[in-house]
């Protein structure tokens, strides 16, 4: 099985729009595990752009790298993510392969300092349940 760290960030309607995603994602891959949610300034976006939640969150597919990209882009066309409202610098939903068998795929968004911090706990947790 092949183990994947994803992001999901908003600053529209962002709870509404996590939920819905984790949903859809929970829903198809039963695996997943969503560490904490958390508030965060906006990086690289033009200012006045309304602040992310951010979350990360861990599962083993059997799918490739490619199949689960494929996924993720449907589902945040699904939410409503638009090229228009990306240029507005209003995200409904991004949800990131970050990470594929401990290959790095998104460099800039993973070593992100929220990011960073949010997948430090999360890898903390599964860690822990495994002890378990």
């Given at each position: 099985?092949?183990?994947?760290?994803?992001?999901?960030?908003?600053?529209?309607?962002?709870?509404a729009?996590?939920?819905?995603?984790?949903?859809?994602?929970?829903?198809?891959?039963?695996?997943?595990?969503?560490?904490?949610?958390?508030?965060?300034?906006?990086?690289?976006?033009?200012?006045?752009?309304?602040?992310?939640?951010?979350?990360?969150?861990?599962?083993?597919?059997?799918?490739?790298?490619?199949?689960?990209?494929?996924?993720?882009?449907?589902?945040?066309?699904?939410?409503?993510?638009?090229?228009?409202?990306?240029?507005?610098?209003?995200?409904?939903?991004?949800?990131?392969?970050?990470?594929?068998?401990?290959?790095?795929?998104?460099?800039?968004?993973?070593?992100?300092?929220?990011?960073?911090?949010?997948?430090?706990?999360?890898?903390?947790?599964?860690?822990?349940?495994?002890?378990s």
């Amino acid at each position: 099985m092949n183990h994947c760290l994803l992001s999901l960030g908003s600053n529209d309607a962002p709870e509404a729009s996590l939920e819905q995603a984790r949903t859809l994602l929970t829903h198809r891959f039963p695996s997943l595990r969503w560490g904490a949610a958390k508030q965060t300034e906006p990086i690289g976006m033009p200012p006045g752009t309304p602040w992310f939640v951010n979350q990360v969150g861990a599962l083993y597919t059997s799918l490739s790298s490619i199949e689960v990209r494929l996924i993720l882009k449907e589902m945040e066309k699904l939410i409503g993510q638009t090229p228009e409202g990306k240029a507005k610098g209003l995200i409904r939903i991004d949800i990131d392969l970050l990470c594929y068998n401990g290959t790095v795929l998104k460099e800039k968004e993973y070593n992100y300092p929220c990011i960073r911090s949010l997948i430090n706990e999360l890898l903390e947790e599964e860690k822990a349940s495994d002890r378990s």
